[in-house]
């Protein structure tokens, strides 16, 4: 297993983030995004996994049943789905 400088790390890990909450993310961004970073490719995407699982767990609607959501949280989804109205 080899080792990243922790800078490089959160440099990517920053890359991924930006990349993921893009809706037009081009094809292949992470391949691209491997190549650029001298980083396998194979690494890149379980780095991104990791990244889309933390981002489930900040999120209080994704990947949670609605009978575990807080009040604050369903409140928050009502509002929002409000305004859109």
């Known amino acids: 297993m080899i080792l990243y400088p922790k800078d490089q790390k959160e440099a990517v890990f920053r890359k991924i983030r930006t990349l993921l909450s893009d809706p037009n993310t081009p094809r292949g961004a ?3 995004l ?3 970073s001298k980083i ?3 690494t890149i995407y ?3 996994k990791e990244v ?3 981002l489930i767990s900040q999120d ?3 990947g949670t049943p609605t009978h575990t959501w807080s009040s604050k949280a369903k409140f928050q989804v ?4 409000s305004s859109n109205e």
């Open 30 to 32: 992470f391949s691209q």
């Open 34 to 36: 491997a190549k650029e």
């Open 40 to 42: 396998p490719s194979a």
């Open 46 to 48: 379980q780095w991104k």
């Open 52 to 54: 889309e699982a933390d």
């Open 60 to 62: 209080p609607v994704k």
């Open 78 to 81: 009502r509002t929002c789905y």
